[in-house]
């Protein structure tokens, strides 16, 4: 079979397997499967990347970050609901509509969970996603059309081939936000405080790679363009669902009797529902009754949101502890008596910071409300003052650390443990470094971590390279074969490259994808620990997508002298590979020309590069003799040229150059 089919037939697969596991959420391969066939498609791209178009599945991993943010102005306005919160209310509704159709109309119903995530509209024009933006002000709202089309539930080719336009929830999963907030914990990062929050901050997050990693999915509510197709909105529905775009359940009543019979069922089975549903939205379903009745300027008169109440129960505490992270934050948590919340049995909540404590005023033995309305983390919402015990202390935010006894400092809420060598700073690292998404060693987890530090063997993340199997088979609950096994671990992390091994050292504001970047910008840790603070400054703030906070952070953090020992610590114990340049494409229309970019260009220089070397071109970091062509943007420098011109090399612009690619 040729490559060209092989590739074609891998993304129709991968494309099933995505419908299957996103929309229908019923997989039929295991996840070590899948993983297999997107590899084999990676590899086939890797070696044709002419075969790469923007609707592969690997194309879902994101492309180029946006600079900033584009408003789009839209068609049809985004409304919001009217809410109702209680049957008196939703009363007053059905009154509404029965008066405002004619005497002769019998209104029907469809009830259908309300999602709570964040709405975007997405526009399908001839069969491919072309456009996605966020509510914003109803008329005006944000492109994000690079996340959503990072989103694999959302299809990116239907067989309609219309314009299409599609109002729908961004959310995720509870299952998926435990997930992520467990390896956020791990990582020494603040969880999300519910799905709604991690789902809105991540759709319009500026990196598409950085939306790649988050589990987000599409749930599609309302047709706008294309609803003309179809009598109701139920049909509407059941339609997209054809199309492989996924929809939610909904019911028709053709009485209003059963109105509150459908929403009584949302309100029992919403907690067997794979995402947080905060009520019901009843809305009239043939779309000659819903023009009939109008809209008013901010919501639809033909639809009404039924909220459920929040879930929360009252409980007593019985002490309020405080934790440190990795950076050194304490965060004060109230541990309760258990109480049944959401279906879990809850003993702790948090209290967040100082500045929360001193606004609820919460003291030991106080009767407080905890909440988890879609938070994953109960919070104290509220303190019953009245019952109070006469005389019970108030709670003050330590001016010691707990776990060190150093002064702590307080910035704006926060407060924070300034010592470095704070033991539970230490471990927070330490399960840092080695989380998924940096070095990746297994076996390493908390209670060893812990342990690891509190006998003094571990005081950074470069000593975990000094261990043998006899010290960890000497602490708790460690067997021979266990201890062996970590050993092991920590021994093959020394292969991780540079990317996993910045990430791990934690520095602030250096997430997964920026610490790739600066990798690559470094190739090796020998030449992060080189940079005089001006080179590093120049490399850094080169690199696209890096603001000032972030430049500052890494100066700062190579400036640590503490940060700087750890770093020399691991030199010497030869962990981390270097950073791998892209690989040279052997075949393609630019094998045997070199080429010299400089300038501001529309993509990152990093992006050319990688198109160049794809096409099979090398790249000379300064103009030379043998150089083909200078590829110059805007504000070239004349030095350049000058050099261009002594030894005759052609020089082209940007839309030049991708003509010599064969793209555009
Ligand atoms: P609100 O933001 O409280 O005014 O509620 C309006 C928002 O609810 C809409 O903009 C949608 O994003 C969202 N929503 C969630 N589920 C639905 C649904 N089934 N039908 C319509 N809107 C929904
Ligand atoms: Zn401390």
Avoid at 65 to 73: D, F
Avoid at 112 to 132: M, N, R
Avoid at 186 to 198: H, I, M, V
Avoid at 512 to 525: D, F, R
Wanted: charge should be neutral.
């Amino acid at each position: 079979m040729s490559s060209r089919a092989r590739h074609a037939e891998l993304a129709a697969a991968i494309e099933a397997h995505n419908y299957r596991y996103y929309v229908l959420d019923d997989p039929t391969v295991s996840d070590a499967e899948f993983d297999r066939l997107m590899l084999e498609l990676l590899a086939i791209e890797n070696e044709h990347p002419e075969l790469v178009t923007g609707d592969s599945p690997t194309q879902r991993v994101g492309g180029k970050a946006r600079a900033s943010v584009t408003k789009v102005r839209r068609e049809h306005r985004m409304m919001s609901l009217d809410n109702a919160y209680s049957a008196d209310d939703l009363e007053e509704f059905h009154k509404r509509v029965v008066s405002g159709l004619r005497e002769s109309d019998i209104p029907e119903f469809v009830i259908e969970p309300k999602l709570d995530g964040a709405s975007i509209e997405v526009i399908f024009d001839g069969g491919k996603l072309v456009q996605a933006t966020t509510r914003g002000d109803g008329v005006t709202g944000e492109d994000i059309t690079t996340n959503v089309r990072t989103i694999r539930g959302v299809p990116s080719r239907i067989r309609y081939q219309k314009k299409l336009t599609l109002r729908g929830e961004v959310l995720i999963y509870r299952k998926d936000l435990d997930a992520l907030n467990a390896d956020r914990l791990t990582a020494g990062l603040e969880p999300f405080a519910n799905p709604r929050n991690a789902a809105a901050g991540a759709v319009r997050m500026l990196d598409p790679r950085e939306v790649s990693a988050r589990p987000l999915r599409a749930i599609f509510y309302q047709v706008v363009e294309g609803s003309e197709l179809h009598k109701a909105q139920s049909e509407s529905l059941a339609w997209l669902a054809e199309l492989g775009l996924p929809t939610h359940r909904r019911e028709v009543v053709k009485l209003w009797d059963g109105v509150m019979a459908a929403i009584a069922a949302i309100d029992h089975a919403r907690t067997t529902y794979p995402f947080e549903t905060d009520g019901a939205v009843v809305k009239v379903n043939p779309y000659r009754q819903q023009h009939g009745l109008g809209e008013t300027s901010k919501f639809p008169k033909w639809a009404i949101a039924y909220k459920f109440q929040a879930e929360r129960a009252a409980t007593t505490v019985r002490g309020i502890i405080v934790q440190v992270g990795r950076t050194g934050v304490l965060t004060p948590v109230a541990m309760m008596d258990p109480v049944q919340l959401a279906g879990t049995t809850v003993t702790r909540a948090t209290l967040h910071n100082a500045d929360q404590i001193r606004l609820l005023d919460v003291h030991v033995g106080d009767r407080v409300v905890v909440q988890k309305a879609g938070e994953i983390i109960p919070q104290v919402v509220g303190v019953e003052q009245r019952a109070r015990a006469k005389g019970s202390p108030h709670f003050y935010m330590p001016e010691a650390c707990p776990e060190c006894g150093t002064h702590v400092m307080s910035d704006g809420a926060s407060t924070r443990c300034p010592n470095r060598l704070c033991p539970a700073q230490v471990c927070g690292r330490i399960l840092y470094y080695a989380s998924r998404q940096a070095m990746a060693i297994d076996h390493l987890g908390e209670s060893l971590a812990q342990q690891l530090v509190s006998q003094g063997l571990v005081h950074d993340v470069a000593d975990l390279y000094d261990l043998n199997a006899a010290h960890i088979a000497a602490l708790e609950r460690m067997g021979d074969k266990s201890a062996e096994n970590v050993i092991l671990a920590i021994a093959s992390s020394r292969q991780r490259t540079l990317d996993r091994l910045l990430c791990g050292l934690g520095i602030p504001q250096i997430g997964q994808v920026a610490a790739k970047q600066l990798a690559e910008e470094a190739i090796t840790l020998e030449a992060v620990l080189g940079w005089s603070e001006s080179e590093a400054r120049e490399k850094v703030s080169g690199i696209f997508g890096f603001g000032p906070k972030m430049v500052e952070s890494v100066i700062e953090f190579l400036k640590n002298e503490g940060e700087r020992n750890v770093i020399e610590k691991l030199l010497v114990r030869g962990v981390g590979r270097p950073q791998p340049r892209h690989a040279v494409a052997t075949e393609g229309p630019l094998v045997g020309k070199s080429f010299c970019v400089t300038g501001v260009l529309s993509r990152k220089r990093e992006e050319v590069h990688a198109l160049l070397r794809a096409a099979g071109a090398t790249i000379h970091d300064s103009v030379k003799k043998e150089t083909s062509y200078l590829v110059a943007g805007d504000k070239t420098g004349k030095s350049k040229l000058d050099q261009a011109k002594k030894y005759g090399v052609t020089v082209i612009d940007e839309v030049q150059m991708n003509g010599l690619v064969g793209s555009s």
